[in-house]
């Protein structure tokens, strides 16, 4: 826990906030030089560590500022989602409809298109978001509120032992999660976004040479992209089967996507088996 184990709660959370903001400014500031899926995803990965950490510690912060920096964190992923969403299509059905020549198959080409053309307006309007008064209000906002002395408590708790508890309470209400998945897709959800929590947690608990080490940590990251492209094909699956017209076009595709899902179920349990392996190795207290 190197020098945590001396350091103030509330210092140490003053310090986890800043961090994590100046990583949301940075890649928010990278979304005007380059709109690419990768800087999207950082600014949205950034936006929602911020409000894992919120959450997690919701107790030493003020109710009032924190419940506001929530609400600007989730406008501002918002505002990201909807090219996101059309990445995820266009990545998706360019994935499944490739025949064995590497190259989009005639019967799936019409789909591919249009979720291209999808994303392309998406971006545009990102374009448009970005440049707008209200998404520079919203960062401008997020930076004061990272200064505000008020925002977290004053704790004199020993930061080491409070998140020693912390971390240990989120490992048992994972697991009794893990234990009742099932399969229904709304619970998979569910639980990737417990295990997406507990991973950016435990990130910031661990020190940087044990995170670069963790077999806990390697499972959590499995099991989030493994039930993440679940969620992901489900989304485009059911997108392309809301619209009558697609569907004679998007027929291989949907099939291709139906049959996916057992493999992601299948590789979701073995994931879930090594990951108690470890909990067993070394159970929660």
């Not at 800087?39 to 109710?63: G, M, P, Q």
């Not at 266009?90 to 020549?101: C, D, E, F, L, M």
């Not at 991973?199 to 077999?215: D, F, I, M, P, Q």
């Amino acid at each position: 826990m190197d020098n945590r184990n001396r350091t103030r709660l509330s210092v140490q959370l003053r310090r986890q906030v800043q961090d994590l903001h100046r990583e949301l400014d940075q890649a928010a500031a990278a979304l005007d030089f380059a709109l690419t899926p990768t800087a999207i995803h950082k600014t949205r990965v950034a936006a929602r560590r911020l409000r894992v950490l919120l959450h997690a510690y919701r107790r030493e912060f003020d109710s009032k500022e924190a419940k506001r920096f929530r609400r600007e964190l989730k406008l501002l992923a918002r505002d990201l989602e909807a090219a996101r969403e059309a990445d995820v299509m266009r990545h998706v059905i360019a994935q499944v409809a490739r025949n064995r020549n590497g190259t989009i198959g005639s019967n799936s080409r019409a789909v591919y298109l249009r979720a291209m053309k999808q994303y392309g307006t998406a971006l545009h309007g990102l374009r448009l978001t970005i440049a707008a008064a209200p998404w520079q209000q919203r960062l401008w906002d997020l930076r004061q509120l990272t200064g505000l002395s008020s925002l977290v408590k004053e704790n004199g708790a020993l930061a080491g032992k409070v998140m020693d508890r912390l971390v240990e309470r989120g490992r048992r209400r994972l697991r009794d999660a893990l234990d009742r998945a099932g399969r229904n897709p709304k619970r998979f959800h569910k639980i990737r976004l417990k295990v997406k929590a507990m991973r950016y947690l435990l990130e910031s608990y661990l020190s940087k040479s044990a995170t670069a080490t963790s077999r806990e940590l390697k499972r959590l990251r499995q099991i989030q992209t493994c039930l993440g492209d679940m969620h992901d094909e489900e989304n485009v699956l059911n997108s392309l089967g809301a619209e009558p017209t697609l569907r004679e076009a998007a027929r291989d595709v949907c099939k291709k996507l139906e049959l996916r899902k057992g493999r992601h179920i299948h590789a979701f349990k073995g994931h879930r088996k090594e990951l108690t392996r470890i909990w067993h190795s070394h159970p929660p207290k």
